[in-house]
């Protein structure tokens, strides 16, 4: 009754969209069909460690399987043909998406509509919730379709990309994405930053220290906390950047260029236009 093999169009890593999206369903067994979960309905080579029934489930024929953010909806749009036949959809468990069990085997509380499948209908928010769940055709007349693939695997993922309520995604450095194997979507930073929200900041990545200093990240790494990281002098050198003298302003002290004290202890040389270094004893020209 399936046409051909069907390869599902579908992404591997998807970022959260940050308005709830609409997804339609063609409960229809001339299209959208695939057998094997991994080369046909994700369209990958590589698989996925899972439980026994798992893996008996994934290799069934079912329409292409969904994963939707929390709060997207979800409607169902059922072939023409399929009226005159009539049915309905069934929340099962994995057990039942694999056996396809007799229509006498639904309690009403199962059924997901009130009536038989005509057309399109939206899916009531209850049945999507968090984590994975399971669809079967239920026949009012007729013979059962179940096992030539009109079931429906569909995943609802949370995200955790943001640290407080009104924060942004990802502190506004990096984006919240999702595997197919996820759970939920998650922040993948941005180069320099890191932590579960991408709040914590790679200071050392910008080579604070002067004059070859070594350069620590602390514990607290916020982005507007300037004590995030420290710097280890090398001898002769102090300060939060290593780019003090240690010593006081002599006649002398700044070859081509001003001396000026930080401290009772330390100054830095100010250099000439053309003149460099830490006592600005080189010339650039």
């Not at 067994?29 to 994934?58: G, M, P, R």
């Not at 997207?72 to 099962?92: K, P």
Request: proline share 6%; charged share 15%.
């Amino acid at each position: 009754m399936v046409d051909s093999q069907t390869f599902c169009n579908r992404f591997l890593v998807s970022e959260w969209k940050t308005h709830p999206t609409g997804h339609t369903v063609k409960w229809s067994l001339s299209q959208n069909i695939c057998s094997s979960f991994y080369t046909d309905c994700w369209n990958i080579d590589s698989y996925h460690e899972s439980s026994t029934a798992d893996k008996v489930a994934l290799s069934l024929p079912q329409i292409c399987p969904l994963q939707l953010q929390l709060g997207d909806m979800l409607f169902v749009s059922s072939e023409t043909s399929f009226q005159s036949h009539g049915m309905n959809l069934a929340n099962v468990s994995l057990e039942e998406f694999i056996r396809c069990p007799q229509p006498t085997d639904f309690p009403p509380h199962q059924l997901i509509f009130d009536y038989g499948l005509s057309g399109m209908h939206q899916i009531d928010p209850k049945w999507l919730g968090i984590g994975t769940h399971y669809f079967a055709e239920v026949p009012i007349q007729g013979p059962l379709l179940c096992h030539f693939g009109l079931r429906l695997n569909v995943t609802v993922k949370p995200h955790i990309c943001q640290e407080f309520s009104n924060s942004p995604f990802c502190s506004g450095h990096g984006k919240c994405l999702s595997h197919i194997w996820d759970e939920a979507y998650n922040c993948h930073c941005s180069q320099h930053y890191s932590g579960q929200f991408c709040q914590e900041i790679d200071k050392c990545s910008s080579k604070p220290c002067y004059n070859h200093g070594i350069c620590i990240n602390t514990k607290n790494q916020r982005e507007d906390d300037d004590n995030s990281y420290e710097c280890i002098c090398p001898p002769s050198f102090a300060g939060k950047n290593c780019s003090e003298i240690i010593g006081q302003c002599q006649r002398h002290s700044c070859g081509n260029g001003n001396c000026s004290s930080v401290s009772p202890n330390t100054f830095r040389c100010q250099c000439d236009k053309d003149a460099a270094g830490q006592k600005c004893i080189y010339y650039t020209q």
